[in-house]
């Protein structure tokens, strides 16, 4: 286990880089360092841990090797638990995590918000949430719908349409029935770029 790989998984902004130790066709562990900490954090500690398991050591955006948000970006809690949500779905699980390690808060959110997706979590340090028993629900739903949100609209991006003006203010019409005609022209104005294409 002395041996690591390089791995990136693609987001929106760049990437979310990870250490990774052992067989990638091991019992998955996913590791999760602290607050301004990165991969590295885990490199005394893997050796020590039981073979056979994959263990992938991420750097949340911002940190270690992982690309930056975009200048102005919060680096909001729930965001690193967005991250974790993308390396999980990044297609080196061949099922749920088998088990995650962590020094944070991030993955302790992350597990109340996907337990399905966790089957063991092993805290090093964290803090118990501070949500009332009356609150957990309403909480859970809200903050998983933004995330799942989030990660819905990522994966359907595409290369913007061309349209015709004409086409392009229907279209805008359509997605906004309180403009009129005139309203959805002038927004266009500043709105849409016209290109040899539409």
């Not at 911002?62 to 970006?73: C, D, M, V, Y």
């Amino acid at each position: 286990l002395g041996m690591f790989s390089e791995l990136k998984f693609p987001v929106p902004w760049g990437h979310v880089a990870a250490k990774a130790w052992g067989p990638s066709e091991g019992y998955p562990v996913l590791c999760l360092h602290g607050w301004l900490d990165n991969a590295n954090t885990f490199d005394k500690l893997i050796p020590l841990l039981p073979r056979g398991c994959f263990y992938v050591a991420m750097d949340f955006s911002g940190h270690g090797l992982s690309s930056h948000r975009p200048a102005g970006s919060p680096y909001h809690f729930l965001d690193y638990v967005s991250d974790v949500r993308r390396v999980a779905a990044g297609g080196w699980l061949k099922g749920p995590l088998r088990g995650c390690l962590c020094r944070g808060f991030y993955i302790a959110s992350f597990c109340f918000l996907y337990p399905e997706m966790v089957d063991k979590l092993i805290l090093l340090e964290n803090f118990g949430f501070l949500l009332g028993p009356e609150d957990t629900e309403a909480w859970l739903k809200s903050k998983r719908m933004v995330i799942d949100r989030l990660l819905s609209l990522e994966a359907k991006q595409q290369t913007p349409k061309a349209r015709s003006p004409e086409a392009a203010l229907q279209r805008l019409l359509e997605a906004n029935r309180h403009l009129t005609a005139e309203g959805g022209a002038i927004l266009l104005q500043r709105g849409a770029t016209e290109t040899p294409a539409g």
